[in-house]
């Protein structure tokens, strides 16, 4: 059954539908007349808001950006944790974020999978929400490495950038499969290799520092 606007929250209620929409369907394949009818909305609502199917596109990725960077705040902010663990956090939420929505993987992931060959603004944007994913988190590495808990012979950009690479590729994996597998999978790889702690001591660190609750 279609959703209702909430009076006075048009633009929000869009864009709610359209992270949805955007993350099952993709871009090509989702019409805005589709929009229009998940939303229960008129066409005249939809173009007062936005100016075109691209341009509620692009507004759906920031406003998906305002959830990253949300997660991104609770994990690496997050001073009862050790640096290395607030960012395997982040991952873990995500992880659980991705369930709670069928397994359909990131949605940046699948539109810049979908459209950076054939459109350079959506390729742009996309990078640019990657860049400032990793830009934070090597942030949160750095501390890690000055702590002594990532190897120091590794670059923090580089290990953000590796980790979200490999991130990336399991969440198509993910995506195909409907299974998160490949994303537990992914993490115990990269933070395995990254940390200078042997995995006995990973394991009882993570299991006390309350970093995932099932």
């Known amino acids: 059954m279609p959703d209702s606007p909430v009076k006075g929250t048009t633009r929000a209620h ?29 066409k005249g609502s939809f173009y007062h808001h936005f100016e075109s ?4 596109a692009l507004a759906v990725i920031d406003e998906y950006m305002k959830t990253v960077h949300e997660g ?18 982040f ?15 990131c949605m940046l992931g699948s539109l810049g999978q979908e459209l950076s060959g054939i459109d350079e603004i959506f390729r742009q944007k996309i990078e ?14 750095k501390m890690a490495r000055d702590r002594g808990e990532l190897k ?10 590796l980790i979200l690479n490999c991130w990336e590729g ?13 994303l537990t999978e992914i993490l115990d790889f990269c933070f395995g290799a990254l940390s200078t702690k042997p995995p006995s001591d990973r394991r009882s660190n993570e299991d006390g520092g309350g970093l995932m609750s099932h």
């Open 14 to 42: 869009l864009l709610r539908v359209g992270l949805r929409m955007f993350l099952k369907h993709g871009y090509s394949d989702l019409g805005i007349q589709a929009i229009l009818k998940e939303a229960n909305v008129p």
């Open 53 to 56: 199917k691209q341009d509620f």
């Open 72 to 89: 991104l705040d609770q994990c690496l902010n997050d001073e009862s944790l050790p640096p290395l663990q607030r960012v395997r956090r």
């Open 91 to 105: 991952f873990e939420l995500s992880r659980e974020k991705y369930v709670e929505e069928g397994t359909l993987g």
């Open 128 to 141: 640019a929400c990657f860049v400032e994913i990793t830009t934070r988190i090597a942030k949160c590495l």
């Open 152 to 161: 120091p012979s590794q670059d923090p950009r580089h290990a953000a950038n």
């Open 170 to 182: 399991a969440a198509l994996r993910s995506r195909i499969w409907r299974d998160v597998d490949p």
